[in-house]
């Protein structure tokens, strides 16, 4: 995978480079990353790469012929990629669209600044227009950075565990489960006991009930639609059941641990 991002500040991209999974995925071979400062395609003395939006209005908009300059030396040194623009009027970017982009050759990343680029940019040279979120960024590098965070990770070789990917939050339709390390026991909580006990196949329904859990609590919008094992639909009966029980009878103490015993 080779990612190209074209910035006015491409330090910031480099730095992200040089640490954690992406040094990692970058000495390995698994990607291969150039940041393109988008100031050295301006003109003039001052290398300005932004301008007044006709109309009026507050704020600058980027101009395209320095930016069009930039795509078009990234896509030479990237045939096939794919360009895509950060931008809050984007598609939402999700770990479905993360997959896609993790198949595809390479990937240059426009990244805006000021009041966004010009709409010329868009409609010749972009192909995809990614967001992070219904939220304003002060540029796109960070969403930048995000999203090749993502696809680094699903490429083959990259995590030390390969089913780590395949386990992440969203992969399953699913959030994680719960995650507890040293000490057993802190300010007063402990580690679930069937963590401890060594028993691998109760360990792993535990963790399968704490995430469906989860997702039903914080994200019921990852379970519909989604296909739902015949153990997981007896574990949310169970907690139906046990629900109804507390509605019913909020005097009759703790709630159960449900199990899938339906």
């Given amino acids: 995978m080779k ?13 992200f480079w040089e640490n954690g999974i992406m040094r990692r995925a970058g000495n390995s071979g698994a990607i291969e990353a150039e940041a393109i ?3 050295d395609f301006a003109l003039g003395r001052h290398r300005v790469t932004d301008d007044r939006p006709y109309g009026g209005g507050c704020g600058m908009v980027m101009k395209p012929d ?23 009027q984007g598609r939402r970017f999700d770990q479905a669209m993360a997959r896609d982009l993790a198949g595809r050759p390479a990937l240059i990343f426009v990244c805006g600044r000021y009041e966004g680029v010009d709409e010329r940019i868009s409609e010749l040279f972009v192909d995809l227009e990614i967001s992070l979120g219904d939220f304003v960024l002060t540029g796109g590098e960070v969403a930048a950075m995000a999203v090749m965070d993502a696809v680094t990770r699903l490429l083959p070789g990259v995590l030390g565990n390969e089913d ?5 939050s969203f992969n ?13 026991e802190f300010e007063g ?3 679930p006991e069937v963590l401890l006990s060594g028993h691998h196949d109760q360990i792993a329904l535990w963790r399968r009930a704490d ?6 609590a914080r994200r019921p919008d990852l379970l ?3 296909t739902l094992s015949p153990e997981e639909i007896a574990l949310l009966r169970a907690w139906h059941r046990e629900l109804e029980r507390i509605i019913h009878h909020p005097d009759g103490g703790s709630p159960d641990p449900p199990s899938s015993d339906g």
């Fill in 224 to 226: 519909r639609g989604a």
């Fill in 172 to 184: 399953r339709q699913r959030l994680d489960h719960a995650h507890f390390t040293r000490p057993p």
């Fill in 189 to 191: 909580r402990a580690v």
């Fill in 211 to 216: 995430a469906l859990l989860r997702t039903f």
């Fill in 3 to 15: 990612f190209v991002v074209l910035t006015i500040f491409p330090e910031l991209i480099q730095s």
């Fill in 37 to 39: 400062n988008i100031r």
């Fill in 164 to 168: 780590s990917a395949e386990q992440d």
């Fill in 66 to 88: 320095p930016l069009a300059a930039a795509i078009q030396t990234a896509r030479h040194k990237a045939p096939g990629a794919t360009t895509v623009l950060l931008s809050p």
